[in-house]
């Protein structure tokens, strides 16, 4: 095992290094000039869409689930856990200026998340059940002729999921719910793998049932709240504000409280990847569910892309990040990381009431999380061994939702160090098929703009 571990550092140190968050942000720069800056330009667009009532239906004849439903799917999978202990780690690891990074990565990964559904849409194909399936794999094998690579972003997405989307978010939540109600982690882990089994035994419209009520609620749940905290902070908000886009491009070390190992690099880094890690733009992940939606252009889908990376990032990671800047938690408990940063920052505002909060939010984001992840898992498998592997995948899926619950801290932390090479592993076949089929991303959308202008689109 620990020569497994070895080489998972290796091999992680490669893929996540510097280089490839150069290539997931300049994918994204490079698709904004080539489609004339899309999010901005279908920025207003994206969220009349999302919140319309024909998106609640769809429009168009081909399809599994509504837009909404399948938005609000991905949106279960990227809202997660680390939406709270994952922004704070790179503020804490980074510096304030680690937020700005988080911005500008998400500006940019609205072009690439509207390019990567926008394809997955376009080369998406019914299965021998009827039911529409699509992603980079399919990308890969219709657009380029490469298999083998196609092969190994599904293989690399099932694996993916059991880390990332399962046995971490089982662990979160259990942790979480251990925390605000001191319930003991395997009563928890058992009540969530029974409550998953019963969602995922329907296939995607039942998660999508599940999610398109969930997901409002929670994110409403967790914005009314930093709103909240916000407000009763209104006074420090300038100097918070002030702190984040000053340090993103000088050395922090002289604030009060300082961590050693802040920089302007640690800065960009820290804050390029948890922007990337939150949203999952340029992963490939979420077009496996944007795919499924009842659309007339695969456009129209796209544009859900970018209310998703905002709302993700711009909105959720934004408030547990300007939480604790704006409190002092930041500067005031150095020696604080992850969860206990945002915990404090709440408790500051309501006591042990705002541990009850973040308890709440974090097994709420963590659920969804197994949720959304379960349909990319299952998109991947059945790629790579067909219909045959679902009740297999189904088992194991449960099963490991009580290992990740149960499982003690160093267990999980290996289990993150694994998932995260693995989606780092995913991302690189993913942009490939990104910048490979961008003539066809450009011509879709001229179509789109074209339509739209002649009234044949709303």
């Known amino acids: 095992m620990e020569a497994i571990l070895k080489l998972n550092s290796f091999i992680n140190s490669i893929v996540w290094g510097p280089w490839m968050c150069a290539f997931l942000v300049g994918t994204g720069v490079y698709l904004t000039f080539l489609l004339g800056f899309p999010q901005i330009r279908y920025f207003a667009l994206s969220f009349k869409y999302a919140l319309s009532k024909s998106a609640r239906k769809g429009q168009g004849a081909e ?14 999978s990227t809202v997660g856990s680390g939406n709270i202990a994952g922004v704070a780690t790179a503020i804490h690891l980074g510096g304030p200026g680690a937020m700005f990074w988080m911005w500008v990565s998400a500006v940019f990964g609205m072009a690439t998340k509207m ?57 979160s939540a259990a942790g979480a719910v251990n925390l605000g109600f001191n319930v003991p982690p395997l009563y928890t882990a058992i009540a969530l793998a029974v409550l998953t089994g019963l969602v995922i035994i329907g296939g995607l419209k039942s998660i999508a049932n599940v999610t398109t009520i969930l997901i409002p609620l929670m994110c409403l749940f967790y914005i009314i709240g930093g709103v ?14 002030k702190a984040v886009f000053y340090y993103a491009f000088h050395d922090p070390m002289a604030l009060p409280g300082a961590i050693a190992g802040w920089s ?141 619950g149960w499982g003690g801290s160093q267990f999980l932390h290996n289990i993150w160090d694994l998932a995260d090479t693995l989606n780092g592993l995913m991302a690189i076949p993913n942009l490939i098929a990104l910048w490979w089929v961008s003539g066809e991303v450009r011509r879709l959308v001229r179509d789109f703009d074209a339509k739209r202008s002649r009234g044949e689109l709303v």
């Open 63 to 76: 399809g599994t689930i509504s837009p909404f439903a399948a938005l609000a799917t991905a949106l279960a």
């Open 115 to 171: 390019v990567e559904v926008t394809l997955a849409t376009r080369f998406r194909e019914k299965d021998e059940l009827g039911n529409w399936r699509g992603g980079t794999m399919y990308v890969l094998k219709a657009a380029t002729g490469q298999k083998w690579l196609a092969w190994l972003f599904a293989l690399f997405a099932g694996l993916a999921s059991f880390g990332i989307g399962n046995m971490t978010q089982a662990n």
């Open 228 to 241: 909240v905290l916000f407000a009763t902070h209104i006074a420090q908000m300038p100097a918070a504000f």
């Open 264 to 404: 302007v690099r640690q800065a960009l880094i820290k804050g390029v990847a948890r922007g990337i890690f939150s949203n999952e733009a340029g992963l490939g992940s979420a077009p496996m569910v944007h795919c499924t939606a009842i659309t007339d252009h695969p456009v129209r889908q796209g544009t859900m892309g970018i209310f998703e990376v905002f709302l993700d990032t711009i909105v959720i990671c934004t408030i547990t990040g300007m939480s604790i800047i704006a409190t002092g938690t930041l500067t005031g408990y150095p020696e604080l990381s992850g969860a206990q940063l945002t915990l404090t920052a709440f408790k500051t505002l309501w006591g042990e009431t705002g541990i009850i909060f973040l308890a709440i939010s974090l097994a709420l984001f963590a659920y969804s999380t197994v949720l959304g992840w379960y349909w990319y898992g299952e998109t991947g498998l059945t790629y790579v061994f067909g219909l045959k592997v679902i009740p297999v995948y189904k088992f194991l899926w449960i099963v490991c939702i009580i290992l990740g």
